[in-house]
């Protein structure tokens, strides 16, 4: 089974399903990649911050699929903004490859490198302790610094607000390629993929099943939209963001889960009306919008609905 693709920025394809490896255990993530690429999946979604780039990698390499048939995005942590080629050079030798095919800065916001924890650094008031000496003019210039030697072959962000994005685009050289985004019916994100969109930057979904446990699978509009195809309510969750041309990252370590929700995100792409579409769209608006991710950065992330 093959996936769409869309194109980037930068010339290359993505495939419109990615994997999500977020909260996969590493004593679980090889198998489900291994199975995710036997399934047709050919785009992993990792990040150097999930712990778990080594078993991804084996993973890979379990499937059997070329390495040139697969689109690997990872993420460089916050806490290396100011040494953004450390991050990659971490994430390519536990993924045991030579290039990532995306790759992104998970947050607009570097944290200090050196504070009281390597990862999650906390000040005293309980949010993260930002680095304000890096900003995103300097991080970004690290991005576009890593194309030149090929060990990436696009670069993009992730989390970024139009507000941010405006801070960032000016100075840049090169315009982000993506911009990965929470984005599912509780959090549809309307004006910001527009206005993204609107700056040729492909629009990435995640937590598209509302993350863990799958909150969205019991919303009614998205269960009488299911019931009225008879189809599966993660395939229209999922499907809801391909047929509005956007990337969708489902994660799961379950087999069965991972090939129906492939299948059925490219079935319900195509059976889904606009109708149904904008009722999807407007879910949020009735008074359920929600983010399930909200960490602690402690400053003005330019979101409307951040609390
Ligand atoms: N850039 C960022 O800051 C960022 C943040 C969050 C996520 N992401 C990426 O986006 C990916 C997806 O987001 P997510 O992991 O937050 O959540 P998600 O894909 O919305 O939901 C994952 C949850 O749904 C369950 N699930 C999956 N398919 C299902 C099905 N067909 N029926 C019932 N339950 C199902 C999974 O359970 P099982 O695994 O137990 O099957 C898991 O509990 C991540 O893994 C990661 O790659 C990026």
Not at 161 to 188: G, T
């Amino acid at each position: 089974m093959s996936t769409p693709l869309i194109k980037l920025n930068s010339g290359f394809d993505i495939p419109a399903v990615g994997f999500g490896t977020w909260q996969s255990k590493p004593n679980e993530v090889s198998n489900a990649v291994e199975v995710a690429l036997r399934s047709g999946y050919r785009h992993i979604d990792c990040a150097w911050l999930y712990g778990n780039e080594k078993e991804v990698g084996e993973g890979i390499r379990a499937s059997g699929v070329p390495r040139s048939e697969i689109f690997i995005t990872s993420k460089v942590w916050c806490t290396f903004f100011s040494k953004i080629q450390d991050g990659l050079d971490q994430t390519l030798a536990n993924l045991g490859t030579d290039y990532v095919d995306l790759y992104l800065l998970h947050w607009p916001v570097a944290l200090n490198p050196n504070g009281n924890h390597p990862v999650f650094p906390m000040n005293s008031t309980g949010t993260f302790d930002v680095d304000a000496s890096c900003d995103l003019e300097s991080s970004w210039k690290g991005m576009e610094a890593l194309l030149k030697d090929g060990k990436v072959k696009s670069i993009g962000v992730s989390n970024f607000s139009q507000k941010k994005l405006e801070e960032l685009l000016p100075k840049a050289e090169i315009v982000p390629a993506v911009n990965q985004l929470e984005l599912n019916i509780y959090n549809p994100e309307l004006k910001l993929v527009e206005y993204v969109k609107s700056k040729g930057i492909v629009v990435e979904a995640y937590s598209p099943l509302g993350s863990t446990n799958s909150p969205l699978l019991s919303d009614e509009i998205a269960t009488q939209i299911a019931n009225k195809h008879a189809i599966p309510v993660p395939d229209v969750l999922l499907g809801y963001i391909l047929a509005k041309g956007m990337v969708v990252l489902p994660k799961s370590v379950t087999p069965s889960r991972i090939e129906s929700n492939l299948k059925g995100a490219l079935g319900a792409s195509q059976v889904l009306t606009q109708e149904d579409i904008e009722k999807l769209d407007s879910v949020a608006a009735s008074g359920k919008q929600k983010r399930f991710l909200l960490p602690p950065f402690g400053v003005d992330l330019g979101f409307d609905n951040w609390p």
